[in-house]
């Protein structure tokens, strides 16, 4: 059974750091692509961030450019976004997510974990 | 960007009845298409990818239809478990977008 636990969620002030662990179990992690998906409290799901099964490829969206890191270690089966110069529209519950083989380049999500609350307030 | 819009923003169904979920993009997205089902304090679940083939596991009530800007999710026969937040998600383009989301009520 797949399995994504995501941990290291937390209140920060602005202009604060965190950084986002996902612990995969179920299947073999270094073949898949993973993503990072958030949504605000109350609001829709935004993609926020994928990277390729060797991490040789990576994406954002546009509005945490510059601020946040995607990285993997497949010897861990761990997946990170390290979140830095946090904002107060930061603020979500971030899910990590699996892409199925029939969705190329981590583009849609059949298994996400239960999501990790980020706060970002002062 | 390609923007997702959804319609209607609620709908109203009784059990057993038929609902029919829009959503439009603001420029092709060829089949390019997946619908997500959430439910309160949960994380989404993946319904439909392709547009059209339903993902594992889902029940065969659930189908989605469309290509380019104009896809529908219809659910034949409403179960009292299907009463959630639809989203529909483009992966044509960068960045990836979702819709702002169709919220499937009780009548």
């Known amino acids: 059974e797949v399995q994504l636990v995501e941990s290291g969620g937390g209140l920060v002030q602005p202009g604060g750091s965190l950084r986002l662990s996902c612990a995969a179990s179920g299947f073999t992690f270094s073949s898949y692509w993973m993503s990072w998906v958030r949504q605000a409290p109350g609001k829709g799901l935004e993609w926020v961030a994928n990277?390729?099964?060797?991490?040789?490829?990576?994406y954002y969206v546009d509005s945490v450019k510059g601020r946040f890191t995607i990285s993997r270690d497949n010897a861990k089966n761990s997946l990170y976004l390290q979140m830095n110069s946090l904002r107060a529209e930061d603020t979500a519950v971030y899910y990590c997510?699996?892409?199925?083989?029939?969705?190329?380049?981590?583009?849609?999500?059949?298994?996400w974990g239960q999501g990790t609350l980020v706060t970002v307030s002062s | 960007e390609v923007v997702m819009t959804q319609s209607p923003a609620t709908l109203s169904v009784s059990p057993g009845e038929r609902a029919t979920l829009s959503c439009r993009a603001s420029?092709?997205?060829?089949?390019?298409l997946a619908w997500y089902q959430q439910k309160p304090g949960q994380a989404p679940r993946l319904l439909i990818y392709g547009a059209s083939t339903r993902a594992t596991g889902i029940p065969a009530r659930f189908s989605g239809s469309g290509s380019g800007t104009e896809f529908t999710l219809t659910i034949s026969s409403l179960q009292s478990e299907d009463f959630a937040v639809y989203y529909c998600q483009q992966y044509n383009n960068w960045p990836l977008t979702f819709g702002g989301g169709t919220k499937v009520e009780i009548k």
């Open positions: 997510a699996k892409s199925p083989r029939a969705c190329s380049g981590g583009s849609c999500y059949s298994n």
């Open positions: 990277i390729k099964q060797d991490g040789s490829e990576k």
């Open positions: 420029q092709s997205v060829s089949s390019n």
